[in-house]
């Protein structure tokens, strides 16, 4: 099962919208794995066509499963694997319209057909990605990204570093 048809509006307004409910629902809450999980949520019923919406925090060399909606998922994923840690080791927002042309593409839902991966950094030092996956062929565009990358921006500057 997947999220529905999500709101209607351009991508902007709906990515306009969940700004402001993420900043309701961070308000006056300043721990990492709360927020996480409500954004989570947030984003889960909030965008149309995913499968699976995630976090992975770094501990060591690694990436650790987080607060998600979606079935099971991978727990670990090293730091340069797959689209998660190759995110977080360019410290840099990866869109991959077909996983199966990702190499190393670590598949934890067969469903899963394109990805974006968001990492949680200050462009020094990660704390860990966001990760959204969707059943569709090049579900996510570059106003996903920028989209995306607010709302990673407005939970590290809403959560207390772990």
Known sequence: MFAGA???GTTEEVYRDLLAQARALFEGERDPIANAA?????????????????FYFLKGQELVLGPFQG?????RIAIGKGVCGTAAARLETIIVPSVADFPG?????????????VP?????????????????????????REGLEALARLWLNASDPS
């Open 6 to 8: 999500g709101p209607a």
């Open 38 to 54: 409500n954004l989570a949520a947030l984003l889960y019923h909030g965008l149309a066509d995913l499968n699976w919406v995630g």
């Open 71 to 75: 079935k099971p998922a991978c727990i």
């Open 105 to 117: 593409h670590i598949s934890c839902d067969s469903a899963s057909r394109s990805e974006i991966v």
């Open 120 to 144: 949680l950094s200050n462009a020094i030092f990660v704390r860990g990605v966001l990760d959204l996956d969707s059943p569709l062929l090049d579900r996510f565009k570059e106003s996903d």
